[in-house]
């Protein structure tokens, strides 16, 4: 065995920080630009609808679940800086391609759809920075770490919109360099900025970051990706089969926790709307404060799930978060007998009033965008009359959505920070990669499919069935969770080399 030096084990951990930035700079490039989309796009080309934007919203967890793997496999066989390097160089292209989309003269929606496809294509690198945390952790050090890599990635999602507010100071017109015909304004400067931290990141790559493994008891070892810079010996510990049903049904978890999620935060506004008579504007200002106190309050369970999990074990540990979720969505079942508020299409100056759109394709912020006709002074409120559940559907008091914001906020970051901990401890010693590429893939696809879902079973049969299907797919995770529950072990406990 090599016993780690401290020169080593310094530089192990200044590696893994570059890792812990790499993931905030990943979900700041998803969240910096997600409230100004709409405008701009709208701003480029007139022609583009709310469909479409929903589709430019989609493209990122697009470009990611596809790039995942590759990068994955690509951090398999090579020294992980080239597809750090590469993917993070891709997502800078991305953002410089985004702050010049209103330069040619047509199809400029494409173009900023494919903006969108790039960074979510560069935010592939999630995949290795996962799987290089992975595999230069110890199993004592796992949960920790991947608890700190959530934590910098929902910090992330937070700051991206707060950035986005200081940039719209800047204006919309701003300022223009026309030499090279870049305009500075508050839709572009926040993704130039992106880009900046992007140039920031290669060079402390380059500069900082050293391949490094250590095996699950924390004994140095050689990388099948070894740059020949590190000492260490070959891991004998890595011999084994990897059980692929605990890898199917963690991956099958995941999907179920950001997929519960994802319909959670897009619902949001609709919900909000329908039931308590919001208008767009204070529908998106109530829940972007109550989803950045949702934040903020998983930002606090990553760091107290950390201490936690030593005494119980993640296992029980992501059982208890999906009952949590559970409870929170069955607590948005609507049981009362009040109704919602009714709106009626009023004729007016000889018009009809637009009934607020319910096509929920893309996240709740998007909606904030859209505008009534100019001749309408009165913004209709309240559940729109072309939902027909909206008549006989009970209304869900506020008092139920604030308990289930609470709760989801609590149970959705203990169930991904310990689904990725168990995996990786599963996956043991050998390469991880690809397999971290699969389970971000996986989270991708949820993403996508969770406002499909919201758009089509929300809109069309209510909440009462959107919520009892959820709570439905939870109860099947958590039978899941029980029947594989005893092979959810770290690869060197299934093969005796450590004691659990």
């Known amino acids: ?30 969240s910096i630009v997600i409230m100004s989309v709409w405008p701009y796009l709208q701003k480029i080309d007139p022609t583009a609808d709310a469909s479409f934007l929903g589709w430019i919203i989609a493209s990122y967890s697009i470009g990611q679940m596809v790039a995942s793997p590759l990068f994955g496999f690509w951090s398999n066989y090579r020294p992980r800086r080239e597809p750090l390097v590469v993917s993070t160089a891709i997502s800078v292209a991305a953002n410089c391609l985004y702050a010049y989309v209103h330069v040619p003269h047509s199809h400029n929606k494409y173009y900023m759809l494919t903006a969108r496809a790039l960074v979510g294509f560069g935010a592939g690198n999630v995949a290795v920075v996962r799987s290089y945390i992975a595999g230069a952790t110890s199993l004592t050090e796992r949960t920790s770490a991947m608890a700190n890599t959530s934590a910098c990635q929902a910090v992330g999602f937070i700051l991206g919109p707060v950035f986005q507010t200081c940039f719209t100071l800047i204006g919309e017109e701003g300022i223009t360099w026309k030499l090279v015909h870049l305009q500075l304004n508050m ?29 699950d008891m924390g004994r140095q070892c050689k990388s099948i990706n070894f740059e020949g810079e590190e000492s260490g010996v070959l891991d004998q510990d890595a011999e084994g089969n990897v059980d692929h049903v605990a890898v199917v049904a ?47 309050e998983s930002v606090i369970v990553f760091l107290v799930v950390k201490t936690l999990s030593k005494k119980t074990g993640e296992r029980a540990i992501l059982h ?27 004729i007016k100056n000889n018009s009809i009033p637009r009934t607020i759109s319910t096509e929920m394709l893309m996240p709740f912020w998007s909606l904030q965008a859209m505008q009534l006709p100019s001749n309408h002074t009165v913004e209709p409120v309240g559940c729109p009359v072309t939902q027909s559940w909206c008549l006989n559907t009970p209304m869900i008091y506020l008092a139920q959505y604030i308990s289930s914001d609470i709760l989801i906020g609590l149970g959705y970051p203990v169930c991904n920070v310990m689904s990725y901990t168990l995996y990786s401890k ?20 949820a993403r996508i499919l969770g406002p499909v879902f919201v758009s089509q079973i929300y809109t069309h049969l209510g909440p009462r069935w959107a919520f009892s299907l959820i709570c439905g797919v939870v109860v099947v995770s958590l039978l899941l969770l029980e029947i594989v529950y005893k092979r959810l072990i770290a690869f060197s406990v299934r093969y005796g080399r450590m004691q659990e």
């Open 1 to 30: 065995d090599v016993v780690e030096t401290q020169e080593h084990y310094k530089s192990r951990w200044r590696s893994i920080w570059i890792m812990y930035l790499t993931m905030f700079l990943s979900s700041v490039g998803f």
């Open 187 to 215: 839709y572009t400067a926040p993704v130039l900025f992106g880009a900046l931290l992007g140039v920031t990141n290669i060079i402390l790559i380059f500069a900082i970051f050293r391949d490094h493994r250590v095996d």
């Open 250 to 296: 963690i991956n099958f978890l995941f999907f179920v926790i950001l997929f519960v999620f994802a319909v959670f935060e897009t619902i949001a506004t609709p919900l909000t709307m329908d039931m308590y008579s919001w208008t767009r504007k204070e529908a998106v200002f109530y829940n972007g404060i109550i989803l950045s106190v949702v934040g903020i």
């Open 320 to 346: 208890g978060g999906l009952l949590i979720v559970l409870v929170g969505f069955f607590i948005l079942l609507p049981w009362g007998k009040k109704l919602p508020n009714i709106q009626w299409q009023e």
């Open 426 to 445: 599963i996956l043991g010693p050998k390469p991880q990669g690809v397999y971290m590429g699969w389970l971000t893939a996986s989270g991708s696809g």
